[in-house]
């Protein structure tokens, strides 16, 4: 298997639920990414983590929470979630330079009823 | 603020050419990267630019022109298969990605 798989491709979830998402690379990549993807809007950065380490936290809610066991995996643990965050979430990795592409996983259509 | 902008939706004809423009104004300017995106499925790089002028790759080229702050996806010989978003990023001066809304591109046979 190659590139950057993502479980589950789709999920309902009620606002008291709590749920997982996972994202695998077999790219030999260093950093991982979460992205939030909503219709007609820009892609936003949620989470980065290089090397394991988190990087980046772009001012998101403590409902979503990341993980990173090893530089090949990446969590995203969701609790309590509302409406508003029914969107498509897509992991990404990328090699250590700066201008290298960001590779992208098929996604998660989350939605929150 | 940083922003970039890009045509929300365009139309084309099989076997004809479409270009798809993207605006950006951003704090520093370190390339610019277009991806296309099918429905439910992953985005997938494209092109590259950091250097003015054109970058040809089959029947996808990119253009950029830092001075003007443009640049420009053009697919040739369009295929149902192209049929797909497009989405414009340029990476700012603190090597962070800043994305554009896409461009939805219908082909029509």
């Known amino acids: 298997e190659t590139g950057v798989t993502q479980t589950p491709r789709h999920l309902v979830m009620g606002m008291t639920n709590k749920k997982s998402l996972k994202c695998e690379q077999h790219l030999g990549h260093n950093a991982m990414y979460w992205y939030k993807q909503s219709a007609k809007k820009p892609l936003e950065l949620m989470f980065v983590y290089n090397f394991k380490e988190q990087t980046e936290n772009n001012s998101v809610p403590s409902r979503f929470s990341p993980e990173c066991p090893n530089s090949s995996h990446l969590f995203l643990h969701l609790h309590t979630l509302q409406p508003e965050d029914s969107a498509l979430y897509l992991c990404?990795?990328?090699?250590?330079?700066?201008?290298?592409?960001?590779?992208f996983g098929n996604g998660t259509r989350l939605t929150v009823t | 603020g940083q922003n970039i902008d890009q045509p929300t939706e365009m139309t084309a004809t099989e076997g004809a050419i479409v270009q798809i423009n993207c605006t950006y104004q951003t704090s520093g300017f370190n390339g610019l990267f277009w991806y296309q995106q099918h429905a439910g499925e992953a985005p997938t790089f494209l092109s590259y630019?950091?250097l003015d002028g054109l970058e040809e790759k089959g029947r996808f080229s990119s253009f950029l022109s830092r001075s003007k702050g443009y640049s420009y996806l053009l697919l040739k010989e369009l295929q149902m298969k192209d049929s797909a978003s497009y989405l414009c990023a340029v990476m700012d001066s603190n090597y962070q990605l800043i994305w554009g809304a896409g461009t939805k591109l219908i082909i029509k046979p």
């Open positions: 630019n950091v």
């Open positions: 990404a990795s990328k090699q250590g330079y700066e201008n290298s592409p960001l590779h």
